[in-house]
């Protein structure tokens, strides 16, 4: 574990850098409060012992610098503190300090003290890794791996909160007579086509643009950078890359399974509002569908 020690007390410091050493530790070593905080943000110690009465921040100060900045991280704070300042430690512990002890430093004091540091930063980092992980899964659709429609909202409103004007395109995507490719070939094999069509839209797009699973049959496409006819260009390369798959479907007019598309552009009168963008893009779908299906409309 990285420690970081701070003391504006030479003596102190060396021996409290020994001690650190001596438990096997890595030491960062600052002589006063404002060049911790100033390692403290280079290095993320995972502990840090530090004196309580330093030159400009103080032990306390630096508690509470070190705790508002934390995020997903946490550093155990141990503060170094003369015999008997009750009033010390209660402020120490206040400000956001997890354990103390007291000078003159005991080595072996602050070595179990360290280990009980070690364990509980790995817990929080268990921890974070846990929460991103669900935070990941929660945006996640399991069938198609694709991005799901809470991911999809909050992409939008992202997207809607921008300040610098950016043009971007919705393509609505919707499997042709997919009902009957159920009816037909069974729910598994229906899956199989989802997964497979989903991997045809990831594949075709920019890395930076975002592929949703809208629900069920439903896709939808973000577009950035592209006004209307760039983003009928990359559908209409799109349809044809699923008609290319070649997934026999007796049950529709092509002979195999096919996508329509509607797109919406944001660029074009629609900077009041993704909801709206939605609706224009799904009916631009239904039009599509109207017309025959295997098409893209704008
Ligand atoms: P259209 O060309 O007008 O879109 O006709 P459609 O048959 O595709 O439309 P409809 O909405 O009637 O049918 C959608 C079908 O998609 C019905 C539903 O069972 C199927 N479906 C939705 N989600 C899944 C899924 O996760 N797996 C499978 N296998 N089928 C699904
Ligand atoms: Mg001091
Ligand atoms: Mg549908
Ligand atoms: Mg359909």
Redo the contacts with the bound molecule.
Sequence with gaps: MKVLIADDDLISRMITKAAVEQAGHDCVVAVDGDEAWELYQVHQPGAVVTDLMMPGLNGLDLCRAIRESEDDSYTYLILVTSHGSRDDVLAGMEAGADDYVTKPLDPFNLRIRLLAAQRITSLHADLARYRSALTEQARTDP?TKLHNRLKLTEDLAELQDRTEPHDFCLAMV?????????DLYG?????A??VAIASTLAGAVRETDGVYRF???EFLLLLHGQDADGAEGVMERIRSAVHALQIEHTGDPDGVLTI?AGVASYAEGHRSGTEQLLKDADLALYAA?ASG?NRVTV
Excluded at 174 to 182: I, L, P, Q, R, T
Excluded at 187 to 191: E, N, T, V
């Design positions: 069938l919707d499997v042709d007579n997919f009902k009957s490719y159920n729910h598994p094999a229906g899956d086509a989802l629900g069920g049959e329509s569908k299906r």
